[in-house]
C-alpha cells in the first residue's frame, strides 16, 4: 500500500516545528522583537494560496467571488510582505556595537 | 509552465530560506544577512507560484497593481512607525495575517477545483477539515489581534473585561466549532463553513477582553502563534510545503515566546489566558500602606548621586517607552561616561508591551547592545552597584516578588535593584503598577523618588550634570 502523502506533509510539519524550537531559542533575547515582525513577514507567504485563487480558474470570469477573495487576501498579505521585512530591517539596521568613539 | 515537482522544490528552498532567516537572528551580526535570506524566500514563493498559474491576462496586471498597493501601504508603515508603538504594529500585522487566511480557505471553499480539492459540494473530507481549521484559527487571530491592537493603541482599556461564565462560554463555543466542522464534512454544506467564520470571529474577541495590560506581551506571542498555526493549516489544504514550514515555524516561535513571557512573569500560560490579573485582588492590599514615609528629591540630588558613583545601572520598563525618553536617556548616559561611571542597562523578559521591546528603544536610540543585559546576566551585579536608576519600570522590581507569599506577583523573578547602594525611582507618582500592588521599593531608605515625567527628570538630570 502506498502512504499517502498527507503523511508526508506531517512528517514536514512536525520536523519543522523542531527545527523552530531549536531556531527560536538560540534567538538572543534582545532580538525578540524583531523575530516576532519577521515571523509576522514570513507567515505571509500564505499569499501564494491568495495568487493561486485570484488568478486560477477561467480567464473571463476573474471576479467570481473566489477570485475577489483571493484578490482581496493578496493585498492585506503584501502589506505584511513589505511592512514586516522592511521594519525588520529598520529595527536590525538600528542594532549596533560602538566601536567608534569612546566619548 | 512549470512541473509540480519543481514547484514543490522551490517551496522547499524558500522553507529553508526562511528557517536561516530565523537562524540569523541568533546574533546582531547575523541578523541583517537573515532578514534578506527572508526577503528571498518570500520573492522565490511569489515568483514561482505566478509562473506556476501561468495566467498572464487581466488577472496577473490587477495581481501587479495589488503588490504594489498593498506594498506601498506596508514600506510606508515600515518607515513611519515610532519604534515605541512596533507592539500595536505587530499586533497589526498579526490581524492582517488572520484575515488572509480566512479570505484563502474561503476562496479555497467557494473554488476547490483550481486547489485541486474537488468540486464544490463533493471537497475531500480531510481538504474540508483543513480548510476549517485554517479559516477558524485564522478567524481568532484576527478579531484578536484587532482587540489586542485596540488596547495597545489605547483606544479600548488595557484593563482586563471580565463576566460571569464566560470561561464556559468560550469552552461551549468551542464545542460547537468542533461540531460544525463535523456538520460541515457530512453535509458540505456552505452555512455550516461560514458559522464556524463567524463563532470564531467571536471567539477572538472574548479570548483577548479577559487580558490586561501587564499581559499584553504574552497575548501578542500567543497571536503570533496563532497566525502561524493558521498559515500551517491553510498549507495542508493547499498541500504548500512552504506554508506548512512556515506555519509551523512561526507557531513554535510564537509558543517559545509565550512561554518566556510567562516564566518571566512566574505564571502559568492558562492563568494568564483566563485573565483578571490586577483588577480583583488590588483591593485589599494596599489601603493601609499610604502613610508611609518616601524620600523623594530633584534632579539635582539624583545628578549628584550618579556622577559620584562609580557604577550605574539602568533599569528600563514601559514608562520610559510612554515618555519616549529613550534619547535623553542615553545622552545621560554619555554624560555620566564622560565623567568616568560605568553604566549598563538591565531588561527584565516583560519590560515593555512586547518581548524585546526595551531592546529595541534602546537600540533606536543608540545604545550599543553590548552594554545591555538580561536579567539572569546581570542580576548579580546590583549588590556592588552605586545607584539603579529605574525609568519607568515598577512592578518587575517589587522585592514583595521574594518576600510576600500573599502578593499575587509572589515567586516572579525580579531585578534585584534593591541590593544597590542606592535606588533613583523615575515616577510620576506613588500609584502602583498594572499589577496594582504597591510597590515595597518606594519606602526603602536606600530609595530616592524623582517625580516627574521620565523624559523631563532624564533631561533635568542632564543639565544638572
Known sequence: ?103 | MISENLLAVFYLISGVLFILALRGLSSPETSRQGNLFGILGMAIAIGVTIISVGNFSTGFLYLLVLLLIGGSIGAFIAFKIPMTAMPELVAGFHSLVGLAAVFVAISAFLNPDVFNLGSPGSIKIASLIEMSLGAAIGAITFTGSIIAFLKLRGIMSGSPITFFGQHYLNLVLGLILVGLVFYLCKTQSDIWFWTIIIISFLVGVLLIIPIGGADMPVVISMLNSYSGWAAAGIGFTLENTALIITGALVGSSGAILSYIMCKGMNRSFFNVILGGWGATDQSSSNQSKEQKPVKSGNADDAAFLMKNASSVIIVPGYGMAVAQAQHALREMVDALKKNGVKVTYAIHPVAGRMPGHMNVLLAEANVSYDEVFELEEINNDFANCDVAYVIGANDVTNPVAKTDPQSPIYGMPILDVEKSKSVLFVKRSLSPGYAGIDNDLFYRDNTLMLFADAKKMTEDIIKSL
Open chain 1, 1 to 103: 500500500m502506498e502512504i499517502d502523502p498527507f503523511i508526508f506533509r506531517l512528517s514536514i510539519f512536525i520536523l519543522s516545528i523542531f527545527i523552530g524550537y531549536y531556531v527560536v531559542w538560540s534567538v538572543t533575547p534582545s532580538l525578540h522583537t524583531p523575530l516576532m515582525s519577521v515571523t509576522n513577514a514570513i507567515s505571509s507567504v500564505i499569499i501564494v494560496g491568495a495568487i493561486i485563487a485570484a488568478l486560477a480558474g477561467k480567464t473571463e470570469n476573474i471576479f467570481d467571488t473566489a477570485n475577489i477573495f483571493g484578490f482581496m487576501a493578496i493585498i492585506l498579505a503584501a502589506i505584511n510582505i513589505f511592512g514586516g521585512f522592511l521594519v525588520t530591517q529598520r529595527m536590525l539596521a538600528m542594532y549596533k556595537k560602538k566601536k567608534k568613539d569612546k566619548k
